[in-house]
């Protein structure tokens, strides 16, 4: 089954609010992991990533948090806008494997 | 700095033929990743491949699909004797390195088979 799955697949927030999407995934021998936001009829956009030997990290506007105990990972928007309506996808990188493994993704919808 | 570019973006083709989808990776990147996206899914990692090398194809089915990435120009993914079931959208994805590094997609291929 999938290695990476998310809790939500669909999240409505109010624009201004902050946005909170989770990520759990299966696999102890993750060691990297990466935020995507798609828009419709677009490619996977890189938002941010992580590494298994951090529990934090933080971008413009985004930070990302990674509970290795409970192998949970969370994406969070501050003050969310309009353009951040897409739906976002969690990817993992096995250290034994090449390729990316996706998530089925959370789509955010953004209410005025 | 152009971005991962894909082409053609939109691909109509009838049970049977064959469908040829091409990618050019970033500039500066030589590692080359295919996916595939069925409609309200998330992507599934297909190839990876550098220069005139298939590093892993796990991914790939076993029948009909190949992909190439030659010396010069771009990679190549072939779909033999299309069916209605491989359409879908097809996106390439290059790193400057492998292993734990962030890839970077292009727009994407849509394979619509008629």
């Known amino acids: 089954g999938e290695s990476v799955g998310l809790h939500l697949p669909t999240l409505s927030v109010q624009e201004g609010d902050n946005s909170i999407i989770n990520c759990a995934y299966s696999n102890s021998a993750s060691d990297y992991f990466i935020w995507y936001k798609q828009e419709s009829g677009k490619g996977p956009q890189f938002i941010i990533d992580i590494r298994s030997n951090m529990d934090k990290r933080q971008g413009q506007r985004v930070t990302v948090l990674l509970n290795k105990t409970v192998k949970h990972l969370s994406l969070q928007i501050a003050a969310t806008q309009p353009g951040d309506s897409a739906v976002y996808f969690c990817?993992?990188?096995?250290?034994?494997?090449?390729?990316?493994?996706f998530g089925k993704g959370t789509h955010l919808i953004i209410q005025p | 700095n152009a971005g991962v570019m894909q082409n053609p973006r939109h691909l109509v083709r009838r049970r049977g033929q064959e469908a040829r989808l091409r990618c050019s990776p970033m500039?500066?990147?030589?590692?080359v990743y295919w996916y595939r996206q069925l409609p309200e899914e998330g992507l599934k990692f297909m190839v990876y491949l550098q220069k005139e090398n298939i590093i892993d194809e796990s991914g790939m089915p076993k029948e009909r699909f190949s992909a190439e990435f030659p010396k010069e120009g771009p990679s190549i993914l072939r779909i033999q004797q299309v069916v209605r079931g491989d359409s879908a959208a097809y996106f390439c994805?290059?790193?400057?390195?492998?292993?734990?590094?962030?890839?970077?997609f292009g727009p994407g291929t849509r394979l619509t088979v008629t």
């Open positions: 500039k500066g990147h030589s590692h």
């Open positions: 994805a290059s790193s400057r390195q492998g292993g734990i590094y962030e890839q970077y």
């Open positions: 990817a993992e990188n096995i250290r034994t494997a090449d390729g990316l493994t």
